[in-house]
């Protein structure tokens, strides 16, 4: 079995099952993000009802544990458990077993051989950002726990995409780049990175009107949402294509 929390939180095996209760699905989805780590139980409590715990909420949270251990983490079939820990709960897991662990292999490999082998980093920081099936544990009702993984995983996910684009342009990929970019930038406006390697990538593809473009609408955007201007580096790229600076041809 395989549990999956960049998308919609999923177990894969023989068959994809879907948690379908609320409750019992933020339930397992802290315990999988916590994997092999006790959590007590007045953490749970937090992360299923917030300020307004119902009278017998530890009643409650152990028949949540039950059907958890009924339905869906069953020893027989993968060696998960869920044990009972002097503090509360704990999910005993592979760590293979867990998408996250893969996303962090892929994305350690890819640091380490950016500088070195960006072929190699870019497979790397690839395979790591497809990992992604969707806005992280969509539909569940974000306690500390999940809205902190959430936004943890989203910056992952966001520092692979700046990495994918980076060694892209490094070993002269840029006119393959500009499709996958100009949605990232879509979905990040306000990330001046992402928007600054989608300039390079269309000036290298000769595409000079349409990066200088690419930073006009950034610069709208920026003055509208945050009141500022584009950053240093922004503005010298857009100095140097306007100057059509040699430097910009030279990959690395």
Same mark, same amino acid.
């Given at each position: ?192 990175? $992402? %928007? #600054?390697? *989608?300039? !390079? ?5 000769? /595409? @000079? ?12 955007? $920026? %003055? #509208?949402? *945050?009141? !500022? ?5 922004? /503005? @010298? ?16």
């Amino acid at each position: 079995m395989r549990y999956e929390l960049l998308g919609p939180l999923r177990i894969v095996g023989e068959q994809t099952l879907i948690v379908t209760a609320p409750k019992v699905e933020n339930l397992l989805a802290g315990l999988v993000i916590r994997a092999n780590q006790p959590i007590s139980t007045e953490e749970l409590i937090d992360e299923l009802w917030g300020n307004e715990p119902p009278r017998r909420a530890r009643a409650a949270l152990h028949v949540y544990i039950s059907h958890l251990r009924k339905n869906y983490v069953q020893p027989a079939v993968d060696g998960a458990v869920i044990r009972t820990h002097v503090q509360g709960y704990l999910l005993e897991v592979d760590k293979t077993a867990v998408d996250v662990h893969h996303l962090q292999t892929l994305h350690a490999e890819g640091r380490r051989f950016l500088d070195t082998e960006p072929e190699r980093a870019l497979r790397a920081f690839t395979g790591a950002a497809a990992l992604f099936r969707g806005p992280v544990l969509a539909g569940i009702n974000n306690g500390l726990i999940v809205s902190t993984f959430a936004r943890w995983a989203e910056e992952f996910r966001l520092e692979c995409l700046e990495a994918i684009a980076h060694c892209s342009l490094r070993v002269g990929r840029h006119r393959e780049l500009i499709g996958d970019l100009s949605g990232w930038v879509d979905e990040y406006p306000l990330n001046e990175s $992402l %928007r #600054e390697q *989608l300039m !390079l990538a269309l000036y290298r593809a000769g /595409r @000079r009107a349409e990066a200088l473009e690419v930073f006009q609408s950034g610069r709208q955007v $920026l %003055r #509208e949402e *945050l009141g !500022l201007d584009p950053r240093v580096t922004m /503005r @010298r790229l857009q100095f140097a294509i306007l100057e059509s600076n040699a430097d910009l041809a030279i990959a690395g």
